[in-house]
């Protein structure tokens, strides 16, 4: 069985974070795409299947200011998690290229793809809010590898 993933790599100052495309054989996908078709895809437009990259999945990679500068998580499964409840479609907003995620809560979550740079780093500019006057601003150096993941009740993929 062949079992490939795509790393998405979010370079930040003292830490490294993976966000990860997972390609799995005889999934829904593979009969149509393989590998280097997503990775020419995620590079090229910063989307998956012809959709973006929902904004609360790059939100997994930002923690609390009070936390310190070390991300908590460290991988998401992208392909698995595109387009599930928990990551669909309608739950956010694109206006003029940013993907607004507004939460119940009053607090948000929006990113913008800023491009590509010649080594293959997507930038990405973020902003969030926990429902307050502040809005917190960065950016987020993402690059797309391929790679192998596990899950604790399965193999290793």
């Given amino acids: 069985m062949l079992n490939r993933q795509i790393f998405l790599k979010l370079y930040l ?3 490294l974070v993976l966000l990860v495309l997972l390609v799995f054989e005889g999934s829904k996908n593979e009969a149509s795409k393989n590998i280097d078709d997503y990775i020419q895809e995620v590079n090229e437009k910063f989307m998956l299947e012809g959709k973006h990259i929902h904004p609360g999945l790059i939100a997994e990679f930002s923690n609390w200011m009070s936390d310190g500068a070390r ?9 698995a998690a595109n387009d599930t409840n928990e990551y669909f ?6 206006d003029q290229g940013r993907l607004n995620l507004n939460r119940d809560d ?4 929006d990113y913008e793809w800023l491009g590509k740079l010649k080594n293959g780093i997507h930038v990405l500019e973020i902003w969030e809010g926990g429902g307050g006057s502040g809005v917190f601003m960065a950016l987020f150096f993402v690059k797309f590898e391929i790679g192998s993941g596990f899950n604790s009740d399965l193999p290793r993929y």
Avoid: A, E, M, R
């Fill in 13 to 15: 100052p003292l830490s």
């Fill in 106 to 109: 009053g607090s948000f979550f």
């Fill in 89 to 94: 479609k309608d739950s956010y907003t694109v």
């Fill in 71 to 79: 991300p908590h998580t460290v991988s998401v499964d992208v392909l």
